[in-house]
């Protein structure tokens, strides 16, 4: 494997940057925090990446510590990636980086993909403080987060597995504008705009907010 370019400055900002700051290389950690993933679904859910550098990074990536890769037992067999503690450990550098770029996200563009379950971080900064499995209801589809997880991963395609602590019913524009810094999920909440459902101490508690 060809080495690893690097800025050759000796500055921990600078060293990050040899490591993640290849273009995809953070929007796959993105995915990863949803789990192990096999290569097909990363290339499905990173409109825009080819396959080679696809590849690439992901050996780049488990050449740096960031991801593993194993084969599922049968009856799966298949390849998955998935992130080392070193690499999980990204997720508040995903979430100041979120925060930070909410003013860049104005209208979203014709050309712009979207897929329900890149709403997850964005609903895991708003719920910050909070524990607990939630399952999200979008038109674009459905997605679970783990608010105040320690481990493992932060939130998942799809419904929840078992019964989750909170449902959040919203419709996109909401979403989106939670997602832009421009309405908080406890306005959202008062206004009618998000129904919240559930019998678990995270439901009621948002219920009574």
């Known amino acids: 494997m060809p080495p690893r370019r690097s800025y050759d400055q000796y500055c921990s900002a600078a060293r990050a940057l040899d490591v993640v700051g290849d273009r995809w290389t953070l929007l796959i950690v993105r995915e990863l925090l949803a789990g192990p993933r096999r290569y097909t679904d990363l290339h499905a859910d990173l409109p825009g990446v080819s396959t080679d550098v696809l590849a690439s990074r992901l050996k780049d990536m488990e050449r740096d510590g960031l991801?593993?890769?194993?084969?599922?037992?049968?009856p799966g067999a298949a390849y998955v990636y998935e992130l080392t503690p070193r690499g999980a450990a990204l997720l508040p550098v995903l979430q100041a980086l979120g925060t930070w770029g909410e003013p860049e996200l104005g209208e979203r563009r014709p050309t712009d993909?979207?897929?329900?379950?890149?709403f997850a971080l964005p609903?895991?900064?708003?719920?910050d403080g909070e524990t607990g499995l939630v399952e999200v209801h979008l038109e674009e589809g459905r997605f679970h987060l783990r608010s105040g997880a320690t481990a493992g991963p932060v939130y998942g395609d799809g419904p929840a597995s078992g019964e989750p602590d909170a449902l959040l019913c919203l419709d996109t524009a909401t979403c989106t504008a939670v997602s832009r810094g421009e309405l908080t999920l406890t306005a959202a909440i008062r206004e009618g705009r998000?129904?919240?459902t559930g019998e678990g101490p995270l439901a009621k508690a948002l219920r009574e907010i």
Do not use: F, G, I, Q
């Open 67 to 74: 991801t593993t890769r194993r084969r599922l037992p049968p």
């Open 113 to 118: 993909a979207v897929r329900a379950h890149w």
């Open 123 to 127: 609903l895991l900064r708003a719920l």
């Open 194 to 196: 998000v129904e919240v």
